[in-house]
């Protein structure tokens, strides 16, 4: 396994609860990370602590709903406090409802503030605190779906498209501060997110058959992109939105 270097730094990933949040806090963990883990499950939160606790790292727990402005300023002061800094952040919580009408007023602004304001929310509190540290990195998920399109989910899609834009703009605003801005775009990732979808043979048999690589990606495979991008083997790497998708998005 990959040490990607990260003793002594203080890493916080949102949406840690379960699936790429939880297998990033234990990567960024085994690379020597102190990790903040944060999500509206307090139940998958303690879950993920007890993960990166029992391969010896080091993590706490605190509650957020990343909706919440004043929740996401008391999360960053929580990490601050915790463990005295913050030098990289993966902002991961989100949701996909699929099926739902997404042009329905309330379904788009849920959508909108958790997918898109929330990350927003996020990369204004970490920033400011990378700032007074003389840099870091921030990892933003977006989605296959930030980069091409798709008929059925229209806020989704808008929301995605809008958090790799947040990348590359965070990106230039703070490009000689230290801090690096970049995103991750996953295809279909088997999670509990998505576990209730692909519970259909059928349906998983359709999402394999369109990877080129025939299969689905593992949260674990995301997660290493994401703490790569957090490392100093991508000190120049910065407004990047990487895709870890199998080749769907390669035709």
């Given at each position: 396994?990959i040490?990607?270097?990260?003793d002594?730094?203080?890493a916080?990933?949102?949406?840690?609860?379960?699936?790429?949040?939880?297998?990033?806090?234990?990567?960024?963990?085994?690379?020597?990370?102190?990790?903040?883990?944060?999500?509206?499950?307090?139940?998958g939160?303690?879950?993920?602590?007890?993960?990166?606790?029992?391969?010896?790292?080091?993590?706490?727990f605190?509650?957020?709903?990343?909706?919440?402005?004043?929740?996401?300023?008391?999360?960053?002061?929580?990490?601050?406090?915790?463990?005295?800094?913050?030098?990289?952040?993966?902002?991961?919580?989100?949701?996909?409802?699929i099926?739902?009408?997404?042009?329905?007023?309330?379904?788009?602004?849920?959508?909108?503030?958790?997918?898109?304001?929330?990350?927003?929310?996020?990369?204004?509190?970490?920033?400011?605190?990378?700032?007074?540290?003389?840099?870091?990195?921030?990892?933003?998920?977006?989605?296959?779906?930030?980069i091409?399109?798709?008929?059925?989910?229209?806020?989704?899609?808008?929301?995605?498209?809008?958090?790799?834009?947040?990348?590359?703009?965070?990106?230039?605003?703070?490009?000689?501060?230290?801090?690096?801005?970049?995103a991750?775009?996953?295809?279909?990732?088997?999670?509990?997110?998505?576990?209730?979808?692909?519970?259909?043979?059928?349906?998983k048999?359709?999402?394999?058959?369109?990877?080129?690589?025939?299969?689905?990606?593992?949260?674990?495979?995301?997660?290493?992109?994401?703490?790569?991008?957090?490392?100093?083997?991508a000190?120049?790497?910065?407004?990047?939105?990487?895709?870890?998708?199998?080749?769907?998005?390669?035709?």
């Amino acid at each position: 396994m990959i040490n990607y270097g990260l003793d002594g730094k203080v890493a916080l990933v949102t949406g840690a609860a379960g699936g790429i949040g939880r297998a990033a806090a234990l990567v960024f963990a085994r690379s020597g990370a102190s990790v903040m883990v944060s999500d509206v499950d307090e139940a998958g939160g303690a879950e993920t602590v007890a993960a990166v606790e029992g391969q010896g790292g080091k993590a706490a727990f605190v509650r957020c709903n990343v909706a919440d402005a004043a929740e996401v300023k008391a999360m960053v002061a929580a990490t601050v406090d915790r463990f005295g800094g913050l030098d990289c952040a993966f902002n991961n919580a989100g949701i996909n409802r699929i099926g739902d009408d997404e042009y329905d007023d309330a379904i788009w602004e849920r959508n909108i503030g958790i997918n898109l304001s929330g990350v927003m929310r996020c990369m204004r509190e970490e920033a400011e605190v990378m700032l007074s540290r003389g840099g870091g990195a921030i990892v933003n998920t977006a989605s296959i779906n930030g980069i091409v399109g798709n008929p059925s989910q229209p806020a989704y899609v808008a929301a995605k498209h809008g958090v790799v834009g947040l990348a590359r703009h965070g990106a230039l605003r703070w490009a000689k501060t230290g801090i690096r801005v970049n995103a991750v775009c996953p295809g279909v990732i088997e999670t509990g997110m998505t576990m209730p979808l692909l519970a259909n043979p059928e349906i998983k048999a359709l999402v394999e058959g369109m990877t080129p690589m025939g299969r689905m990606g593992s949260a674990k495979e995301v997660a290493e992109a994401v703490v790569w991008l957090c490392s100093s083997a991508a000190s120049f790497v910065t407004g990047h939105a990487m895709i870890v998708d199998g080749g769907n998005t390669a035709f």
